[in-house]
Structure formats: structure tokens, C-alpha cells
T-cell receptor
Framework: NAGVTQTPKFQVLKTGQSMTLQCAQD?????MSWYRQDPGMGLRLIHY???????DQGEVPNGYNVSRSTTEDFPLRLLSAAPSQTSVYFC??????????????FGDGTRLSIL | QQQVKQSPQSLIVQKGGISIINCAYE??????FPWYQQFPGKGPALLIA?????SEKKEGRFTISFNKSAKQFSLHIMDSQPGDSATYFC????????????FGKGTTLSVSS
């Protein structure tokens, strides 16, 4: 089992460029989420999905789009990159319902720099 | 408005000592309170979690204490070890699967030998 796989691991963009951060999970988890982590800010929720075809906004959704066409994949799109979006991005997945001590599994992150 | 407040920002503890990290939340709709541990270059990993109908949960050297009336919860690491040196995050979710987690800002723990 690979768990949660994020690609790429590192990326440098220029302001105004667009790109898609990929996230895939092989655990058949219904729920998936995207977070960004900035120094001193903890992790902040960008978007999440409770199943294929269903997405919702988190704390900091502006400038990002998501879609969930399959259970396995949950890509995050930056429409027009801005320096403020320089961050480490984490994708996570979990099962539906309450599973004691088994909720979110995190990927190892995508480190994104926008010049 | 910060929904989950975590303190202290950093903590230095001697090997064998007790590490205590505190969190407070505002939203009474939160129904699930996990703690995550993160090492440099890695994603957060679940350490221990609690639901609001329980006042304390212990797993090995790690204990969560939960005070529903005060809207506070804390992580205690007993017999702290150098390998515990990491960043710890408390979080809260309205969803018992922990889908949409709201995180505290983190505590960097250093355990000196």
C-alpha cells in the first residue's frame, strides 16, 4: 500500500502560472482534504471532499480549485499563482464514519515556491 | 478568529520529564480532537485522539485530558525522550472522521538528553 501519494514533491512557479498538485490514495477512503502549512501558522484547510463529485471550501479556499471525479484522486489547482501561495501543501484522506484513532492519513507534502 | 489556540509555541524538556501542551477551542460543534506529531520533511501523523464524551485517554506515554466545560484539552507526554522531539499540533473537527480539521499553530518540542 502506498497510502497517500502527492506529486510533485517540489515545484517552482512564476507569478501568474497555473499548475495542478496531484493527490492519490489507494485505501478506498471516501474523504479527502487539502491543507497548506506556513511557518508559525499550523495547517489550514483549503478544500475537502466527502466523496466523488462532492467538494466544499475550507478556511482558505481563495485562489484554489478542486474536483473529485474518482474516489482515488483529489487534485488541487492553482489558477494564477501568487507569491502568497508559496507554502507546503498536504493532502489527506480518511474513511467515513468514526474510526477510533484511524482518521486522516497525510501525504508527505508538495513544497511550492512562487517567484 | 482563531478557532483552536495552542500553547506554548515552543517547549524544552529534560529527558524523562513531562511535556505538556495545551489547546483551547471556541466552537462547541467540534466533536473530535486529535493530536498530530510532525517530523521535519514529513506529513503530520496521528498520535492520539479523543471525543468530547471522554475526559481522559491514555496510550502508552501519551495522555489527552479533555475539559468540555472549559473548552480546553491538553497533551501530556510522560517520560519524554529525545525521539519525541518534533512539532505537535492539536486539532478539532465537527466531523467524527476528522475530515475538515482545524489545527492549532503548533508546538515545537525539544527533549534534551
Amino acid at each position: 500500500n502506498a497510502g497517500v501519494t502527492q506529486t510533485p514533491k517540489f515545484q517552482v512557479l512564476k507569478t501568474g502560472q497555473s499548475m495542478t498538485l496531484q493527490c492519490a490514495q489507494d485505501m478506498n477512503h471516501e474523504y479527502m482534504s487539502w491543507y497548506r502549512q506556513d511557518p508559525g501558522m499550523g495547517l489550514r484547510l483549503i478544500h475537502y471532499s466527502v466523496g466523488a463529485g462532492i467538494t466544499d471550501q475550507g478556511e482558505v479556499p481563495n485562489g484554489y480549485n478542486v474536483s473529485r471525479s474518482t474516489t482515488e484522486d483529489f487534485p488541487l489547482r492553482l489558477l494564477s499563482a501568487a507569491p502568497s501561495q508559496t507554502s507546503v501543501y498536504f493532502c489527506a484522506s480518511s474513511r467515513s464514519g468514526f474510526w477510533d484513532n484511524q482518521p486522516q492519513h497525510f501525504g508527505d507534502g508538495t513544497r511550492l515556491s512562487i517567484l | 478568529q482563531q478557532q483552536v489556540k495552542q500553547s506554548p509555541q515552543s517547549l524544552i524538556v529534560q529527558k524523562g520529564g513531562i511535556s505538556i501542551i495545551n489547546c483551547a477551542y471556541e466552537n462547541t460543534a467540534f466533536d473530535y480532537f486529535p493530536w498530530y506529531q510532525q517530523f521535519p520533511g514529513k506529513g503530520p501523523a496521528l498520535l492520539i485522539a479523543i471525543r468530547p464524551d471522554v475526559s481522559e485517554k491514555k496510550e502508552g506515554r501519551f495522555t489527552i485530558s479533555f475539559n468540555k466545560s472549559a473548552k480546553q484539552f491538553s497533551l501530556h507526554i510522560m517520560d519524554s525522550q529525545p525521539g519525541d522531539s518534533a512539532t505537535y499540533f492539536c486539532a478539532a473537527s465537527k466531523d467524527q472522521a476528522g475530515t475538515a480539521l482545524i489545527f492549532g499553530k503548533g508546538t515545537t518540542l525539544s527533549v534534551s538528553s
